[in-house]
């Protein structure tokens, strides 16, 4: 099993650009959902979503899209890149058939200039 | 919506000294996580609790819950080098499986 994989590891936009960071799992999970981690601000729930089709917000949605036409798959969009949006971004996923824990992606830095 | 309140911040301690980080919540615990992130890498996973009482260890590290202070602490024994890193909590909301994260504790292991 690979886990949650995330792309890229990396990347810099400029202000105004959008990207689409990839996230996909291997374990059958319902659950996926993005965070984002800024200093001093621990992880701060962007999206998720409960199984394919259906995808809801959490704490900070403003300025980022998601859709989830698999299981597997759960990309993020940013719309219109901002400096606001520079940060790591952490894929997750997690077992709906109990209470299990959440399974971390490796993270995407993001650099808005 | 669920505040996790983590406490210290961060702390400083020489090799082989003992340390507890705590966790409180501003509502009802049902589940408790606690991860561990190395700087500029992914989330680890340590424990998960869930019932009040419970008391988890693996290696030097147990984690507790208590319910009706809605705290969990996380005690490592003989701080090592490799113990450093940021300690996150982690909380379901009621009949949720959205996670709730503290803002980490960092924790620095001076040889």
């Known amino acids: 099993n690979a886990g949650v994989t995330q792309t890229p590891k990396f990347q810099v936009l400029k202000t105004g650009q959008s990207m689409t960071l990839q996230c996909a799992q291997d374990m059958n999970h319902e659950y996926m959902s993005w965070y984002r981690q800024d200093p001093g601000m621990g992880l701060r729930l962007i999206h998720y979503s409960v199984g394919a089709g259906i995808t809801d917000q959490g704490e900070v949605p403003n300025g980022y899209n998601v859709s989830r036409s698999t299981t597997e798959d759960f990309p993020l969009r940013l719309l219109s890149a901002a400096p606001s949006q520079t940060s790591v971004y952490f894929c997750?996923?997690?077992?709906?058939?109990?209470?299990?824990?959440?399974?971390f992606g490796p993270g995407t830095r993001l650099t808005v200039t | 919506s669920q505040e996790l309140e983590q406490s210290p911040q961060s702390l400083i301690v020489q090799e082989g000294k003992n340390l507890t980080i705590n966790c409180t919540s501003s509502?009802?615990?049902?589940?408790l996580y606690w991860y561990k992130q190395k700087y500029g890498e992914g989330l680890i996973f340590l424990m998960m609790?869930?019932?009040?009482?419970e008391e988890k260890s693996h290696e030097k590290i147990t984690a507790k819950l208590d319910e009706k202070k809605q705290q969990s602490s996380l005690h490592i024994t003989a701080s090592q080098p490799s113990h450093a890193g940021i300690y996150l909590c982690?909380?379901?909301?009621?009949?949720?499986?959205?996670?709730?994260f503290g803002k980490g504790t960092k924790l620095s292991v001076i040889p």
């Open positions: 609790l869930q019932k009040g009482g």
């Open positions: 509502k009802t615990l049902y589940g």
């Open positions: 982690g909380a379901d909301g009621a009949g949720s499986y959205q996670l709730t």
């Open positions: 997750a996923s997690r077992d709906t058939t109990g209470w299990y824990e959440q399974y």
